[in-house]
């Protein structure tokens, strides 16, 4: 059974670093074709893709967001570390990590989501 | 990038009426290689994640009712529910997966007439 678990700040300040991560469970990072991926959501809005991370250490990440968003992997720990610099207050959203299988090109299990505030 | 636009924004129907939305992308999403084309379809509720209904464009999830059904080819798709059944409130989404990179549509919001 594929789990995935969001955790970290629920509230940053203007300026600071966001650091995410993501436990998952009931498979393996190193499987060929598995990725692991990001995605926000800001409250009322649509979905928007940031990052993610192949099973060969390769990452990928949304355009708009390069210079800002890192993804790293402890595969021991079965975890996929989120950070993304300089936050702002548009910044506010769900936060979501999510198992895609390159294959299909689907997310097709999702963690729950963890809302990150962007507040002085 | 390639920009997923989606139509309507809204969108109300009756009980088991047929419900169709629609997703266009700037770009063809058809993998030659394997003649597939890579858009899912995700159902999101309030306060839950999205759930994937369909992948391939056409293929359907395990578990996934049969009323749900996706079609189309190239830059043009839409998802079906046949017969709106009151469960399927929610808002769909449409996502690319194309020359490594991923994009959602907008998001349709589906009520009940």
């Known amino acids: 059974q594929i789990t995935l678990k969001e955790s970290g700040p629920t509230l940053v300040k203007p300026t600071q670093t966001l650091t995410l991560t993501c436990t998952f469970s009931?498979?393996?990072?190193?499987?060929?074709?598995?990725?692991v991926g990001w995605i926000r959501q800001p409250p009322g809005k649509a979905l928007e893709w940031l990052a993610f991370?192949?099973?060969?250490?390769?990452?990928l990440h949304s355009p708009s967001l390069r210079t800002r968003v890192t993804i790293t992997k402890d595969t021991s720990k079965k975890q996929v570390v989120l950070t993304m610099t300089n936050m702002d207050p548009v910044d506010t959203a769900t936060y979501y990590c999510?198992?895609?299988?390159?294959?299909?090109?689907?997310?097709?299990?999702w963690g729950q989501g963890t809302l990150v505030t962007v507040s002085s | 990038d390639i920009v997923l636009t989606q139509s309507p924004d809204s969108l109300a129907v009756s009980l088991g009426e047929r419900a169709t939305i629609n997703c266009k992308s700037s770009?063809?999403?058809?993998?030659?290689?394997?003649?597939?084309?890579?858009i899912a379809w995700y159902q999101q509720k309030p306060g839950q994640p999205p759930k994937v209904l369909i992948h391939?464009?056409?293929a359907r999830e395990f578990g996934v009712p049969d009323r749900f059904s996706g079609s189309g080819s190239g830059t043009d798709f839409n998802l079906t529910i046949s017969s709106l059944q009151a469960e399927d409130v929610a808002v769909y989404y449409c996502?690319?997966?194309?020359?490594?990179?991923?994009?959602f549509g907008q998001g349709t919001r589906l009520e009940i007439k």
């Open positions: 770009q063809s999403v058809l993998y030659s290689s394997n003649n597939k084309n890579y």
């Open positions: 999510a198992h895609m299988s390159t294959g299909t090109g689907e997310f097709d299990y």
């Open positions: 991370l192949y099973w060969d250490d390769d990452q």
């Open positions: 391939w464009a056409s």
């Open positions: 009931g498979f393996s990072l190193t499987t060929p074709g598995v990725s």
């Open positions: 996502q690319q997966y194309s020359n490594n990179m991923v994009s």
